[in-house]
């Protein structure tokens, strides 16, 4: 049935203005003043914010990790993803050395298929460049995996050499690629790790102390000087500090093309977590590591100014129980990451927002737009217009919540902002013209989400 969202306040990465969305089948079909309601289902929208559906660039869900499997996979992840506002994620697919990329694809595309709640699209992580790996990625860009990923530290498990990673940019020049890195000096973390474990150092902090920012800012200067070399596109993802954002500030001052995305716990969490009693600090391992609290206000003027461009979730899931305890009395073997792919878009609204720290437009902007422009799945995603997937957020800024496992819809045994008070909710979700949360309800479908294929690279 065709659908009218009513009286809301729509909010594009441009514009912020009063308009009623019609939506026919999957689409946006019009866009204006007091549009006809007779014989549509009508939404109202009255006193909300009616935004473009959120799209995470950086999701592992269902994927071996730290001797584990995240916890969240693509039905519990997606549906939790859609209750906070999120229409679309992209997920890191990995490989192995040996493996050939269509094997990889296909067995992710099994993870996916049949369970995810909204679309989704997927990074290929790069583990070797043999001449055939080279040779395949042209396939694997033909079907809509226009971005590679690949990893500069987690030594003898996914790091790559500098050699891997320069022939693959040079690669994704050649083919319409944007190339992603985690950029630490695994090489370093490797000798630190080793020396804190001999000295007896095994506490959830030694994680962070071992992985000091130095590491992630020369990683990030490495990445952006093959990068320049190879005369092609970088995006970092997950920068958590100050030395690394220095760098891709310098690049993009430069004109190269360097692209850098952040996330909800460096934004809005510090290292002092990780000193939690009981072991609790273990909640807050990841990769790189929470920093010193001065490190936020970087970050947000970073995304302020367009140095970094979006917000991942990084979604990451492990229980407490179990899983992140498998690192008891070694740090090293806590499994690296959390739980945050439902409340990224509202952490990002309410602690960016709400808190005068970005505008509205700059939070769609950072929220979907611009990760719609860097990974080719804009205007069909990542905005509001006339054609434009009915991807599409009802959000009340009015309501104040408090962040809780008890309230989350994630399949997990803790949240990493257990008591946090926000601002605003996604009220009602749609995806393709399909309610996915309706007043707050999950009424989506299981299976309902399609794969995207994506467009190459473009300069945004
Ligand atoms: O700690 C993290 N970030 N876990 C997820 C894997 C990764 O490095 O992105
Ligand atoms: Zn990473
Ligand atoms: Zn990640």
């Known amino acids: ?14 514009d912020t203005y009063q308009a009623d969305i019609l939506i026919e089948g999957e689409r946006v079909i019009a866009i204006g003043e007091s549009i006809d309601a007779q014989g549509v289902e009508v939404i109202d929208a009255t006193g909300c914010y009616v935004f473009p559906g959120g799209i995470d660039p950086h999701t592992h869900l269902d994927m071996p990790f730290g001797g584990t499997v995240t916890a969240d996979d693509f039905e519990t992840g997606t549906r939790a993803a859609a209750f906070g506002g999120t229409t679309t994620i992209i997920d ?22 049949g369970k995810a709640c909204i679309d989704y699209g997927f990074h290929l992580m790069i583990a070797e460049t043999t001449d055939q790996i080279l040779e395949q990625l042209q396939d694997v860009v033909e079907q809509g995996v226009t971005s590679l990923k690949v990893f500069m530290a987690y030594k003898n498990v996914f790091q790559a050499d500098d050699e891997t990673l320069f022939k693959t940019l040079i690669r994704a020049k050649e083919l319409g690629a944007l190339v992603q890195v985690h950029a630490e000096n695994g ?99 990841w990769s790189p590591p929470l920093r010193e609290k001065w490190n936020q206000e970087v970050l947000w003027s970073a995304l302020k100014s367009g140095i970094l461009q979006t917000v991942g979730s990084d979604q990451c899931s492990f229980h407490f129980a179990e899983q992140k305890e498998l690192g008891r009395g070694d740090f090293t073997k806590i499994p690296n990451g959390g739980p945050l792919i439902e409340d990224r878009f509202t952490v990002l609204y309410s602690e960016g927002v709400h808190q005068g720290r970005i505008s509205l437009n700059q939070f769609v902007d950072i929220t979907s737009t611009k990760t719609a422009k860097l990974f080719g799945m804009f205007p069909k995603k990542g905005t509001i217009a006339i054609g434009s997937d009915a991807d599409i957020v009802i959000f009340d800024p009015r309501i104040e919540r408090t962040l809780s496992v008890e309230s989350h819809h994630m399949n997990v045994d803790y949240n990493p902002f257990e008591g946090m008070k926000v601002h605003g909710e996604p009220v009602t979700v749609l995806s393709r013209g399909e309610f996915v949360i309706r007043d707050k309800q999950f009424v989506g479908q299981k299976g309902a989400g399609q794969f995207i294929k994506r467009a190459k690279f473009k300069r945004p």
């Open 187 to 285: 090489d370093v973390i490797d000798y630190l790790t080793k020396k804190a474990l001999a000295e007896g150092n095994v506490d959830p902090i030694y994680h962070a102390l071992t992985r000091p920012p130095t590491a992630e800012g020369e990683a990030t200067g490495r990445a952006i000087a093959l990068t320049a070399l190879a005369d092609a596109q970088l995006y970092v993802v997950h920068v958590s500090c100050a030395e690394a954002v220095q760098r891709i500030a310098e690049a993009r001052e430069k004109g190269w093309q360097i692209y850098g995305e952040t996330c909800p716990q460096y934004l809005a969490l510090d290292i002092t977590y990780l000193e939690k009693p009981d072991f609790e600090g273990a909640k807050y391992v």
């Open 1 to 14: 049935m065709t659908k009218l969202i009513r009286g809301g306040t729509v909010v594009t990465a441009s």
């Open 92 to 113: 890191f697919c990995l490989t192995s050395k040996g493996q050939s990329l269509q094997e990889a694809l296909t067995l992710w595309h099994a993870k996916a298929e």
